[in-house]
C-alpha cells in the first residue's frame, strides 16, 4: 500500500512493508522508474524493513519544485522523518544512486551504508548533457511515449533483451506512466548534478557498488575506479548484466544487498 508524506505541499508516495526487523533498508528508483521497480526483488527482502520511495516527479510523487539531485535527496530525508527512521542502509538505482550520494554529502549521520547500484558518483559529460537536452526538446514536444520507448532495450544487456522482451516492455510502459513534467525535471538535475567523489572519499560507512559487466552508463571501469575512492567499499560486478540487475539477475542482487544489509546492520 502507498503511503505519502507532504514537503513544501508537493506529495512524496512511498511504501512501507513495515518488517520490524532492525536497521531500516530504503530504496530508491531510476530515470523513469518509480518504486515498483524493486518489486522482483521486495518479495525476497520482506522479513527486513523496507521503504521504497517515488523519487519526486515520478509514481506517485508529485513533481518537484525546483529540479535536482539535493531536491530528491530533502524528499528522502522528509520520509525517513515521517516514519521516526534516524539511521538506515540506502541503496539507490543509478539516478536514485545519484540521489543517495547527495544524502550521504548532506545527511552523512543518518547511514549505516549507502549503495551504488548501478551508479556513479561523476557528472555528465558534455556529449551526455547534450543528449539529455535532446531529450528534454523531444518531451516537450509532446513525445514522452516515444522518448521512454527509444531509452529501456538499451539498459539491459542484449542477450536478455532479446530473450525476455516482455519485462522490457514492461519498463517501457511503466516509463509511460511517469509525467513528462516529471522526466524533465530529473533530465535538468541530472545535467546539473555535480561530482560527488569527495562525498566517497569522506564516507565514513560502508559503500555497496553492483556493477554490470554490460552496463553503457555505470560502466564497470568507473565504477571500480570509484570503490577505490571509499574507506570501505563492497564490490561487485555480475557478469554478462546490463544496468537492470534486479530484472536479469534478482537471485544475486538478493544475496549482495541483504549481506551488505547485514553487514551495516553489525558496524
Ligand atoms: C537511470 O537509470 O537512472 C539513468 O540511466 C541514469 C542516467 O541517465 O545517468
Known amino acids: 500500500m502507498k503511503h505519502a508524506v507532504l514537503i513544501n505541499g508537493r506529495r512524496i508516495g512511498y511504501e512501507h512493508n513495515e518488517a520490524d526487523t532492525g536497521l531500516p533498508l530504503v530504496l530508491l528508483h531510476g530515470f523513469c522508474e518509480d518504486s515498483t521497480l524493486w518489486d ?3 518479495g525476497e527482502l520482506r522479513d527486513i524493513q523496507v521503504v521504497r520511495i517515488d523519487l519526486p516527479g515520478f509514481g506517485a510523487s508529485d513533481p518537484p519544485l525546483s529540479p535536482g539531485m539535493e531536491t530528491y535527496s530533502d524528499a528522502v ?22 540521489t543517495a550520494l547527495a544524502f550521504a554529502e548532506k545527511y552523512a549521520e543518518r547511514l549505516a551504508g549507502f549503495g551504488l547500484f548501478h551508479s556513479h558518483p561523476y557528472q ?29 532495450p538499451g539498459l539491459f544487456a542484449s542477450e536478455f533483451a532479446v530473450s525476455q522482451p516482455d ?19 530529473a533530465l535538468e538535475g541530472m545535467i546539473d548534478r555535480k561530482d560527488h567523489q569527495h562525498t566517497l572519499g569522506s564516507a565514513a560507512c560502508p559503500v555497496l557498488f553492483l556493477l ?3 552496463d ?12 577505490m575512492l571509499t574507506n570501505t567499499a563492497d564490490v561487485h560486478v555480475l557478469q554478462g548484466v546490463g544496468h537492470m540487475a534486479m ?3 534478482p537471485e544475486k542482487t538478493v544475496d549482495i544487498v541483504r549481506q ?8
Open 40 to 42: 522482483p526483488v521486495a
Open 77 to 98: 530525508c522528509a520520509v525517513l522523518n515521517e516514519l521516526s527512521i534516524d539511521r538506515c542502509v540506502l541503496i539507490g538505482h543509478s539516478m536514485g544512486g545519484y
Open 124 to 152: 555528465d559529460t558534455e556529449e551526455a548533457k547534450e543528449n539529455r537536452r535532446r531529450g528534454i526538446a523531444m518531451l516537450q514536444s509532446g513525445k514522452r511515449d516515444l522518448y521512454v520507448t527509444q531509452l529501456f
Open 167 to 185: 519485462v522490457v516492455e514492461q519498463l517501457i510502459e511503466q516509463g509511460k506512466r511517469q509525467s513528462a513534467e516529471g522526466i524533465i525535471a
Open 212 to 214: 554490470g559487466s554490460e
Open 216 to 227: 553503457p552508463i555505470a560502466t564497470p571501469a568507473r565504477g571500480l575506479a570509484a570503490s
Open 247 to 249: 530484472f536479469e539477475a
Open 260 to 267: 551488505f544489509w547485514d553487514f551495516c546492520t553489525r558496524q
